[in-house]
């Protein structure tokens, strides 16, 4: 099976960073993702690592550490719109299915 | 949006009852996936399909049953609904384009609600 964990509820004030982060433990690797979802709204992609180390892109990053069955997203500059939960999600074999953690919901304050 | 559609977008039904949901897609992919969501629990895989009549079980396949006869479209059935079924139920692809990536899109959501 699939175990995938991320902390249930983040909060943080506007203008600062927030770090979330993932451990897994899947039978296989093909990728790990993450995805925003906004409340009432369907999930959206936001990033996507196969090997090991950083993608930036804007003002979101994401890490990944592949022997440590590790990942962060990173959430810099922090914004109001930025309050919603925050999926990780990791894709075993090559068959395109994802196993999803249970979402770290992110509030950011003013 | 990956041309995803779902319907109904909302739905009450009285425990017993059959219920379909529609997920219409409109760029020809190949993969699509139901899950539910629920509190607690994230996003959880009930079936998927690789093709026209081709579906596998996900992880929350008990009560659930699926059909594709045509690539647009993908069916969920609850043959008869308890209302431990009551959740949100989202339709998605994977979007095959040629690179690695292949990320999954998802469509609007249908909330169920059974009493």
């Known amino acids: 099976g699939q175990n995938i964990d991320q902390p249930t509820e983040m909060t943080a004030t506007e203008g600062a960073i927030v770090q979330i982060n993932c451990t897994y433990q899947t039978s296989g690797f093909n990728g790990l993702f993450w995805y925003q979802q906004h409340a009432g709204e369907a999930p959206t992609f936001l990033s996507y690592?196969?090997?090991?180390g950083l993608e930036e892109k804007g003002r979101f990053s994401s890490f990944l550490s592949r022997s440590k069955g590790y990942s962060y997203l990173l959430l810099k500059e922090l914004q109001m719109k930025d309050s919603a939960s925050y999926l990780c999600?990791?894709?075993?074999?090559?068959?395109?299915?994802?196993?999803f953690g249970a979402g770290t919901t992110v509030t950011v304050r003013a | 949006d990956a041309g995803i559609t779902q319907s109904p977008r909302h739905k009450v039904t009285e425990t017993g009852t059959p219920v379909t949901l529609r997920c219409h897609q409109t760029e020809n992919h190949r993969y699509m996936y139901w899950y539910r969501q629920d509190p607690g629990h994230g996003l959880r895989l009930i079936h998927y399909?690789?093709?026209?009549?081709?579906?596998d079980k996900g992880e929350v396949s008990d009560g659930y049953s699926v059909s594709r006869s045509k690539t647009e479209d993908f069916l969920l059935t609850l043959e008869s609904a308890t209302s431990s079924q009551t959740s949100v139920y989202f339709c998605a692809i994977t979007s095959e384009r040629g690179g690695r990536v292949n990320e999954q899109f998802f469509g609007p959501g249908t909330r169920l609600t059974v009493l």
């Open positions: 399909s690789y093709g026209v009549k081709d579906t």
């Open positions: 690592n196969v090997l090991d």
């Open positions: 999600a990791v894709r075993a074999v090559a068959d395109y299915k994802l196993s």
